[in-house]
Nanobody, 114 residues
Framework: QVQLVESGGGLVQAGGSLRLSCAVSGPSINILTVGWYRRPSGKQRELVARITRGGETNYSDSVKGRFTISKDNAKDTMFLQMNSLKPDDTAVYYC????????WGQGTQVTVSS
């Protein structure tokens, strides 16, 4: 069983930054593939970024160069540093972990005002 608890969402002006955190409990984060999805209001969920157990990172084209995913294996926590935020980044952000199946956090709202 894997549990994920997110924090760090909020309201920010366009061009600003936010950092999301996701604390992982259960198996150690360093054996998991973990990452972030987002769901804009009225739209489908989309992958934002992920980091494999081997440390390989992948980003959606829409956030590449602005967002950075990382993890602290000692603290079993992953992060999403979001810079140069745009109104189009407004969404509920969910962290996830894959360990035999998908596990999800509760979601945190990120709102970027223009």
């Amino acid at each position: 069983q894997v549990q994920l608890v997110e924090s760090g969402g909020g309201l920010v002006q366009a061009g600003g930054s936010l950092r999301l955190s996701c604390a992982v409990s259960g198996p150690s984060i360093n054996i998991l593939t973990v990452g972030w999805y987002r769901r804009p209001s009225g739209k489908q969920r989309e992958l934002v970024a992920r980091i494999t157990r081997g440390g390989e990172t992948n980003y959606s084209d829409s956030v590449k160069g602005r967002f950075t995913i990382s993890k602290d294996n000692a603290k079993d926590t992953m992060f999403l540093q979001m810079n140069s935020l745009k109104p189009d980044d407004t969404a509920v952000y969910y962290c996830f972990a894959f360990w035999y199946r998908d596990y999800w956090g509760q979601g945190t709202q990120v709102t970027v005002s223009s």
